[in-house]
C-alpha cells in the first residue's frame, strides 16, 4: 500500500521539497504506524523545507516536527489498533520521517496516548509551538514564578508559540505583555488574553547593563536585541525563558542580571524533552490549558496537497497564530 507524503531531498546541493508516494514498511519490534490525521507546520518545519537551517540529519526524509492520529498497528503492546496518539519532537521530521505524511512508523517510545480533553486536530492545532509554550511555563513555575510578582512578556506574540504562550498564561492568572511587531495583530492577542500589546520599540528598553526593573519574566520566540534588552528590565530572581530565535540567534548580555538580581535564563528545548515531563505537560495541557477561543488561533488549515506554499509564509511573516495541515 502507499501513501502521500512530503519528502525533503537535497539535489546537487539545493534542498527542494516534493509530495510523493511512499511504500507502507513493516513493523519491527517496539514500533507504531499512525493513520495521521492532522499536523501542524512550526517555524523548524519551514527553516528545513526551504533549506534555510540544517534541521535534517539525512536526505530524503518526510518533513514534519508533529503529527496526530490513530494507531494502525503496533508491535507494542502499550498501544493497540485504534488508539488516539501523539508524536512531537524525540526526533520526528528531524532524524527519522516525520508529520507531513499520511502515515508515519515510529518508535513506541516517541508515541502518547491522547490526553483527556483532547483529540487530534485540538492536539496539532496546539502542536509543538503549544506544547512549547506549556514548557516554558513549566520551567517558569519550577523556579517558582507566580502571577503575584508581576507581568511576563511574551514576544513574538502573534506566532504559534505567542499567541499559545499569551493564552495560556493569562488563564494560569498571570498578567501579559505581549510584545508584537505587527500592529494589526493587536485585538487578536487581547482576545487571547493580553492585558497590553505592545511594539518591540514602545518598551523603550534602554541599553545599560542594569535599567528599572518592570517585568517579572519573559517568555522569548525571537532572540536578538529584544531579549538582550529585556533581560536588563527583570525584577529580583525573575526568569527569562529562551525559546526562539525568529529575529536572531544571538544576543547580548552581562552577567550583572544574573548575579545581582538573581535572574534566572531558562532553556526550553521541546525536540528533546524527557518522556515524563512531555507526557506530564500534555496531560496538563488537556485538563487546564486549551484556549476558550482555539480555533481563532488557526490561522488555516490545509490539506497535504496544499501545503507547499505554507512555509514561505511563515519564514516571510504573513501568518498568524498556526497553519494546521490536514493529512486524511
Ligand atoms: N526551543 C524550542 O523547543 C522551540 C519550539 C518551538 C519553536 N521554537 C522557536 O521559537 C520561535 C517561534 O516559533 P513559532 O512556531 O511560534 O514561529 P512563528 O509562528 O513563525 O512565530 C514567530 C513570531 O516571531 C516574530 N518574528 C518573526 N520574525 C521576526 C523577526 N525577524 N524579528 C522579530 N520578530 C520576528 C513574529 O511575531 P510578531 O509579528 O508578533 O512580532 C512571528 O509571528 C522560532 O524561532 C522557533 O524556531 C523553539
Known sequence: MTFLACRVDEVDGKVCFDLAQQE????????VIIDIEFSGINFKDALGVLGKGKIYTHYPITAGIDCAGVVESSSDNRFKTG???????????ENQDGGFAQKVKVPADW???MPEGLDPRTAMTIGTA???AALAIDRLEQNDQKPDQGPIVVTGASGGVGSFATSMLSTL???????????VHKDYLLSMGAS??????????GSRPLESTRFAGVIDNVGGDL???????IHLWGNVACIG??????????????????????????ANCPMPRRSRVWQRIGKQLIPKNIQSIVDKEVALNDIAPCFNEILERRHRGRILVNCR
Open 111 to 113: 508515541v502518547i496516548k
Open 130 to 132: 503549544g506544547f512549547t
Open 227 to 233: 531579549l538582550s534588552g529585556l533581560i536588563r528590565h
Open 173 to 183: 492568572g498571570y498578567e501579559v505583555i505581549a510584545i508584537t511587531g505587527r500592529e
Open 196 to 205: 497590553e500589546v505592545l511594539s518591540p520599540e514602545a518598551l523603550k528598553l
Open 245 to 270: 530565535m525568529a529575529a536572531d540567534h544571538r544576543y547580548q548580555a552581562t552577567v550583572f542580571p544574573q548575579i545581582l538580581r538573581g535572574v534566572s535564563l531558562l532553556g526550553v528545548s521541546s
Open 83 to 93: 488508539d488516539r496518539v501523539l508524536v512531537n519532537g524525540c526526533g520526528l521530521g
Open 24 to 31: 507502507e514498511q513493516i513493523l519491527a519490534e517496539n514500533e
